[in-house]
């Protein structure tokens, strides 16, 4: 059974910076592909970061300001993490962690993704 938890939410003032990690298990014969998305109240998941078949991507919101790091696999776990910097109150969502590629789609198609976190709630405080 697929697992995917994330961790490393919290609030933070405009201007500062948080690490959220992703750990997914349970699952073998994939690339490896994983990504983060978020969705703020009233809006739709919206895609971040990923590293997706080996090549990092990036929402133009995120680039310049997050980083996507994955460490290699280590006993059937995989681990993505997400550094934000110069985090603005725009930032504020549930921050989800996606592993497992299923349906068509590109990297920031959520249904692109079977397996998902129970997100991670990041506020950025003005």
């Known amino acids: 059974q697929v697992q995917v938890v994330e961790s490393g939410g919290g609030t933070v003032q405009v201007g500062g910076s948080l690490r959220l990690s992703c750990t997914a298990s349970?699952?073998?014969?994939?690339?490896?592909?994983m990504a983060w998305f978020r969705q703020a109240p009233g809006k739709e998941r919206e895609g971040v970061a990923s590293?997706?078949?080996?090549?990092?991507?990036?929402?133009p919101s995120a680039r310049g300001r997050f980083t996507v790091t994955q460490q290699n696999p280590e006993n059937g776990v995989y681990v993505l993490s997400l550094k934000m910097s110069s985090l603005k109150p725009d930032d504020t969502a549930v921050y989800y962690c996606?592993?497992?590629?299923?349906?068509?789609?590109?990297?920031?198609?959520?249904?692109?993704?079977?397996?998902w976190g129970q997100g991670t709630q990041v506020t950025v405080s003005s």
């Open positions: 996606a592993a497992v590629l299923g349906g068509a789609g590109f990297w920031n198609s959520a249904n692109h993704w079977r397996s």
């Open positions: 349970g699952y073998r014969y994939t690339s490896g592909s």
């Open positions: 590293v997706y078949t080996g090549i990092t991507y990036y929402s």
